[in-house]
């Protein structure tokens, strides 16, 4: 009689025999999912949003109270620093993205990480350095209403958005307004906006033809501005926040989302496939 053939040891990451219970879903999806199943009644209450952008104004009453703020400070040999932030928006951009988020999802908890100056001077060092940053906060969702047109970070900006990805924080980042190569816009690792000229700050299309995923509301849009003012503005920058407010309203009803299940919610929820499913 022979020896039976020894144990063979499973590859890295695999799946023991026996063990599939254990990738048992926390949430029962619908037949259909809706976007009543996937946002009705939801405020974004629970649903901490962070703004990397020029700051909050948090004076200003489209926006409301916000969790917190901090800049980031370059300092000599491009180290970074993150310091509490006693300047608030010093452009307007943020405020802006601000309170697209609040007029979407009221309840939700925006935080202010400021890595842009006036005149809307910053850096790829800034803005990898509050990317960072607010990844390791643990976030649940990061509006980028902005990129780096540097290829050095774009390394290492893939890096952080994918550790971003397995940390279960979503980050939704505006594609370029000009036809040129930025990052973190380009990744698939994140959720990536362009802009549509319909007035309904709920409607949003999924794109089949990537890297530009969905369309947004982002032509003649009233967005919140410095002094307490307010202005017409059009670009990526303030589709983006419709996108992550609306994130923010599919997980305040679904907490337990992974960054892929809200993808394929927002994919199936999109104004332009759901009504092929209805």
Not at 78 to 92: I, K, P, Q, S, Y
Not at 132 to 150: C, H, P
Request: hydrophobic fraction near 40%; aromatic fraction near 8%.
């Amino acid at each position: 009689m022979s020896d039976p053939a020894p144990e063979r040891p499973l590859p890295a990451w695999s799946l023991p025999a026996g063990t599939v219970e254990s990738l048992g879903l926390p949430t029962d999806w619908p037949g259909r999912v809706t976007r009543e199943w996937a946002w009705g009644d939801s405020t974004g209450k629970g649903v901490r949003v962070c703004i990397l952008d020029s700051g909050i104004d948090a004076d200003h009453p489209m926006v409301g109270q916000i969790e917190g703020a901090v800049a980031v400070e370059v300092g000599e040999g491009e180290e970074t620093r993150v310091v509490e932030d006693a300047e608030g928006d010093l452009a307007g951009h943020g405020t802006a993205c601000a309170g697209i988020v609040r007029s979407i999802a009221p309840d939700c908890s925006i935080f202010s990480v400021r890595v842009l100056g006036a005149g809307f001077t910053g850096s790829g060092t800034a803005l990898l350095g509050g990317l960072r940053w607010a990844v390791e906060q643990g976030f649940d969702v990061i509006n980028m209403s902005l990129s780096t047109t540097k290829s050095r970070f774009a390394g290492v900006l893939h890096e952080v958005a994918d550790a971003a990805y397995f940390r279960r924080t979503v980050l939704v980042a505006s594609a370029h307004n000009m036809p040129v190569e930025s990052y973190p816009w380009r990744f698939s690792s994140v959720i990536s906006v362009g802009s549509h000229e319909d007035p309904d700050p709920l409607t949003y299309y999924y794109n089949p033809n990537p890297p530009v995923e969905f369309f947004a509301r982002g032509v003649d849009v009233e967005v919140a501005w410095l002094g307490g003012a307010r202005a017409r503005s059009t670009g990526n920058s303030f589709a983006t926040p419709h996108i992550s407010a609306i994130c923010a309203l599919v997980l305040g009803k679904h907490p337990e989302l992974t960054p892929f299940q809200l993808k394929s919610t927002l994919y199936l929820t999109a104004s332009n496939v759901e009504e092929e499913v209805a």
